[in-house]
C-alpha cells in the first residue's frame, strides 16, 4: 500500500457529499448521511457502534480470533483520528483515556476490597 494514508483505504458508502447550495456545501466538515442515517450525532454513534459490534461478532463466528479484530479496529479508528486531528491531539487524548481507564480500576478494586470486607463481618 506504500505511502496512502490510512483513510484512503476505506470507502465508507454511507456518507455522501451535500447536494445542496449555499452554505453547507461550503463547510468541508459537514456530511450528509445516506438512507437510513441521521445527522443527530448520539443517533449516529449508536448506529456505528451497532454495526461495528455487528461486524466484530460476524467475524469472530466465522473463527477469526477477537483480540485481533478488536485490536484492528482500534488501530483503523486510531489512524483515522490521527488523520483528522494529529498525533500530538491524539496522544493527548490517549493520555486521557489511560488516566480515566486507571481511575476506574482503582475504584473497582476499592469496592471489591469493601464488599470483601463487608461479607466477612
Not at 500500500?1 to 458508502?13: D, I, N, Q, W
Not at 454511507?14 to 437510513?36: C, E, H, I, M, S
Not at 448506529?47 to 479496529?73: M, N, Y
Amino acid at each position: 500500500m506504500g505511502t496512502v494514508c490510512a483513510l484512503e483505504r476505506f470507502y465508507v458508502s454511507l456518507v455522501t457529499a451535500p447536494q445542496d447550495d449555499g452554505a453547507a456545501r461550503d463547510n468541508p466538515r459537514r456530511f450528509v448521511y445516506g438512507q437510513g442515517m441521521s445527522n443527530d450525532i448520539s443517533e449516529l454513534r449508536e448506529q456505528l457502534s451497532d454495526q461495528w459490534q455487528k461486524v466484530a461478532i460476524d467475524l469472530i463466528r466465522k473463527g477469526l480470533p477477537a483480540d485481533t479484530i478488536f485490536e484492528t479496529l482500534l488501530t483503523v479508528g486510531l489512524a483515522g483520528q490521527v488523520e483528522l486531528h494529529g498525533k500530538h491531539f491524539m496522544a493527548g487524548k490517549l493520555v486521557a483515556i489511560a488516566e480515566q481507564l486507571s481511575e476506574q480500576v482503582k475504584r473497582e478494586k476499592e469496592a471489591l476490597q469493601e464488599s470483601s470486607k463487608a461479607t466477612k463481618n
